[in-house]
């Protein structure tokens, strides 16, 4: 796999969409690895990754979207 953006070979993939990314063009995004809820306080929380490897291409949203017509 190469890089996306400059067509050399990629250290890292994307998290979010696949992308091959070198050192130089590869960035860091928060990764909501998972959501669960506290025990202490009934609160949804995130269990995040803070340097998951980003292509610095693709746009991760923070929020889930809503995605009314797949109903
Ligand atoms: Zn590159
Ligand atoms: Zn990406």
């Known amino acids: ?3 996306w953006i400059c067509e050399r ?3 890292a993939a994307c998290r979010f969409c696949g992308r091959g990314a070198c050192r130089e063009h590869a960035k860091s995004h928060p990764f909501v690895l ?3 809820r506290g025990e202490k306080h009934r609160s949804l929380r ?3 990754v803070e340097d998951a490897i980003h292509c610095g291409v693709c ?4 929020e ?3 995605m009314p017509e797949l109903e």
Not at 59 to 62: D, G, L
């Open 46 to 48: 995130a269990l995040v």
């Open 59 to 62: 746009r991760p949203r923070s």
């Open 64 to 66: 889930p979207v809503d």
């Open 34 to 36: 998972d959501v669960y």
């Open 1 to 3: 796999m190469d890089c």
């Open 9 to 11: 070979p990629a250290l």
